[in-house]
Structures are given as structure tokens and as C-alpha cells.
């Protein structure tokens, strides 16, 4: 049988939170990777979690990885100038991921390293970096097949599905479900938000682990409408209609302290046992792994 | 006869018609960070075909979206409001400079155009312009050969004359036009940009941006415009007619305080945003 085993570099959105409250399930922003039995690897996203990620690896070897970049916005790219794996010859790093309508991917990359923000340019990395826009499509990864989703959030973002032989594995960064943005009850765009959730219901439909944005939870949310962001209630309906069997929340609220998120997690599992649904439920937590 | 022509290329002038208000509109609605989706679907919809263009962009393979937008309200529900509102800018902007098939080839034209555009916003940006006036300096490098479009489109004939010269025996191109059509582009410009209440920013570029004007308000926008405008040829970013690229004189460097070296630097990004322009074409 195979398996496939995700481990979690960096779990919060927005900002780093390093601190006492946020000991448990860490304070450094979104990044994930994920590994088969037969080698393949691929990291999503280069928050700060990318440098937690590089020193984990032995530096004495090459690698070539697979970086797959779920949007631009910092806490989705700013891990990416502490990666070492980039100052190493011999290293090649395949950067996958949406260019926006105003840059490209490379431009965005490129941007964040200029001179007025970084000491090092990109031109001087010593790995040989390429860069591959994303639209909705597919591409492989070794024995991965990789799908992407548009998803709703204030800049160009993409959900990932991977396939490898019979696991399903789906990543959905910064994503908020689509809604009337227009208020108006114009029932053409009621029914087109609609439908384009249920586009990503179809996406996420049959997955064995789903990692994704839930950073509210509903009493937050009211005032964060439109800012690119699921609430908990969000995702785990998201998860029960698609027939996901385990899911993380991920992309947490950087105000949330541990113990918050403990009874977050305490309450949803009440919840589900007491309906008699078998969705396993977890929040995510740094430099812990799920093999499945 | 001179006479004459003159006077037929000032009735075509009058004869263009009106740049849509819409057009300012979008431009205001565009620079506005507050501006809600209502105001921006308001302010597009009150042009019909702005509104099919900006459906065909967003539905184009540049975004390469997984099924067909039908209406600018679905379009702002799945793209976000900032995108939709730099989609319709451009797409207001593209339909001025649409040239019918004729002596200049459009798709060079436009091509040359964009990258006139592309590398005034770039240029500006080196200069350390205003954020906000960025895009002014993108439709300035846009709308600067607009009297070329009303001499293609109306006048074929003195129009090949004048590449015909160019091209055999070489010279300044505002005296060729002078010599056959008694108007260049630049006059013709001028008058178009007159008709459709262009802001004086706007009428230097297209007015002088082959002679540029080096004191005054407006200057900058003359002197940024001939910069790119020659660089686009150096570089030979598509073609508008012209087989003799203008020097830049060392007063203008000086007057914009940098060189040859920092606009070629700062022209790294060119082709990959024509590139991306391109797309829309698809």
C-alpha cells in the first residue's frame, strides 16, 4: 500500500507569532510538505516555516525541490530568502505558483529580494531556480499528478490536489467561500457564488487529508468578510460535503493562543461525534508529521 | 494642394469621435483605493461595449480561468475588485489606439505602443515619480502616436508616402509628414487630445515627444515619453512607421538626471509586460 506523509514547517497566516502562547502549535507562517514512499517531494508555500523546513535537511547533499506557491502575499514567500538550500551550486528549486495580472511570479519573487529589502538579489543565488506560472491545470511532480484551483482571496491564489497511486492530498491556502460581494440579492450572482463553490467542493471531493485556511471562527468573521479567509464552520462543511476523511485546520489566527485552539479542536470533535460523522479533525501543528 | 490636405485631416479630426467619458471615469474609479465593486460595475457598465471588452479579457487565455464569466458582476465576484478595476483601465485605454488594417501593420503598431507605455511607467518609476501618477505615465506612452491611427485610417496613401521616404532616404519624421501632409502626428495629436479634453500632461506627450520640451510642469511627461519612445526603437518593440530613431540629448539627461545605462536597467522587466500584454490579443 502506499503512503504518503505530510509535515507541517509553519502553520500561522499574516504574521509570525513567536512567543508562550504559541509553543503548542507554533508561531511561524504557512509552510507544508509533502513526501511519498517512493521519494517524491514536493513544499507548499515559503512562509517563515521554510527556514524551519532547511535546517531539518542535510546540507551536505543536493536536492532538487518542488515549491509550490499557493499566492504571493508575505507570509506565503518571506521564508523563501532564509532558505539555504537557494545559496547551496548544485541545488535546483522549481517554483510553481500564479503570477498576479500587475507581476509575474518571478517579478514577485525577484521583488522581494531588491536590494532596499534583502542584501541578496536573486541574480546571486547559487541553485539553479526556475519558475513555473500556474493557471487551473495540472503538472507532474515525479509520481505526484498536481491539480489547481482558483480559490477566492483579495490576490490571484490556487488550491493544489495531489494524486499518487490511491491517496488524494489537497492543499488550499488563503481561501474564503464565494459569496455576493455586490450585497444586492441579484440572484445571477447568488447563484454564480454558488456554483463556484460548489466547483471546489467537486475539487476537494473524495481526499484523504485536506489542509486548509480556516483562520476565523464564525463570531469572528462578520467583520473580516472579504479579507480572503474561511471560518472553521467554513471547512468543516466544506470537508463533510467533499467526503474529506481527515482534515487540518491550518492558517491560523495569529491572536490565537494554544489553549484557544485546544478547545477550538475539543469543540468540533463534540460536534462531529455527536452527529456520528467520522471526519477526523485536527489543527495543524509545526514539525508534526500524519502518514497515510 | 497642401492647403487642401491640411484642411480634409482637420475635418477628420472633427469627425473622431468623442473619447468616451467613461474613460475618465475609470481612471478616477481606478487611482481610487476605496472605491466599492457597486461603483466600479456602475461606472464600466455605463459603456456597453467597454463592459463586453472587459468580459472577453477576463475571459481570455491570460487568466485562463476553468469556465466562462458571463457578466462583470461574475467577473468581479471571481477576479476581486483590484484586478477588475486595472482589466477595465487597460481595456478603455486599448480601443484608442486601434488602428485599421492599412499601411502601418496594427499588430506592430500596437505592440510598439504598449511598449512605449510599459517603458514610461518604467522610466517614471526610476525617476521615483509618485506612485499615483504611475499609471498617467503608462497612458501618456500609450496615446502618444494617436495621430498616426487618424492618419492610417484616414489618409493610406500620404501615409506610405511618408514610410516610403523614411524608409529610402531617411530623415526626421515630423519633417516628412510636414512635406507631404502640411500636419505631422504630433499636430494631429495634439488636436485629438484637444477634442478629447486631454490634461496638459497629456497633450506633451503626444504633442512633443520627439522635440521634448524641457521646462514646465508637463515637461517631465515630454521627456519621460521621448526616452521610451526612443528605447522602444532601439530595442525594436514592434514598429510605428519609423525607420530613424531620434537622439537624446545630453540636456535631457541632465534635466531628468539620469543615463543611458539606468534606463536601460530599469527597462529589465519590458519584455515580459508586453508579453503579458500580448495575451490579451489571444
Redesign the interface.
Known sequence: MSTLTVTFWGVRGSIPVPGPDTMKYGGNTACLDLRSDAGDWIVFDAGTGLRVLGESLDLSKNYTVNLCISHPHWDHINGFPFFPVIYIPGNTVNIYGPGTFEKSLEEIIRGQMQYSYFPVRTDELRASIHFYEIKNNQFEVGNFKVYTHLLNHPVTCYGYRVVYRDKVFIYLGDNEPYYNVFKDNDPEVVQFAKQMNEQLIEFVKGADVLVSDAQYIPAEYPKKTGWGHSTTHHIINLALKAKVKTLFLFHHEPLRKDKEMDAIVTHYRNVLKKKGLTLELYAAAERESYTF | MAQNIVAKVKDSIEKMPPLSPVVHKIIIVANDVTSS??HL?DVIQLDPVLTAKVIRMVNSAY?????EIK?L??A????????IK??ALSSALMGKIALKKGVLDPEEFWKHSIGVAVASKLIAQRLGIDKKLLEEFFIAGLIHDIGKVLMNNFFPDEMKQIIDISQSKGGFIIDIEKNVLGLTHEEIGIAIGKKWNFENNLLYAVGRHHIPVLKGDSAIYSMVVHVADTFSKVLKVGFSGNYVIDTIDEAIWQSLGISEEIVFEALT?LN?EIQ?AKLFLQ
Open positions: 465593486a457597486q460595475t487568466f485562463g480561468l476553468p469556465q457578466s458582476k461574475q468581479v465576484v471571481m477576479l476581486g475588485i483590484n484586478t486595472n482589466v522587466p515580459d503579458k
